[in-house]
């Protein structure tokens, strides 16, 4: 298991809203979704309030992996040919 620090936004669903996600003080995620089944509460402050929480609790290693390279797919640059391959799909000569 893995200990990291985030602020809790809430739950959506059986999911966690999770912002500024850290170990050990570094930011590895800038927010994400988490399932809560996955997710084992150390501590946090929470006063009822509806407002974000900060939390400490420990995760699977896999979860966050796969959370970054879920993060890299979505914001990768495409690549030239697949730019080029797009304009041809769509009868655009660039």
């Known amino acids: 298991m893995l200990k990291i620090q ?11 809203y999770a912002e500024n996600i850290t170990i ?27 407002k974000p929480v900060d939390v400490e609790a420990l995760v699977p290693a896999w979860l966050i992996k796969n ?5 890299k797919n979505l914001t990768q640059d495409a690549s030239q040919s697949e730019i080029a391959e797009i304009f ?3 009868g655009i000569n660039g």
């Open 6 to 16: 985030f602020t809790s936004m809430g739950y959506v669903g059986r999911a966690i």
């Open 24 to 50: 050990n003080g570094t930011l590895v995620l800038d927010r994400t979704y988490l399932a809560a089944s996955q997710v084992e509460i150390l501590s946090d402050n929470d006063k009822g309030d509806g």
């Open 67 to 71: 959370k970054i390279q879920e993060y």
């Open 88 to 90: 041809s799909m769509a």
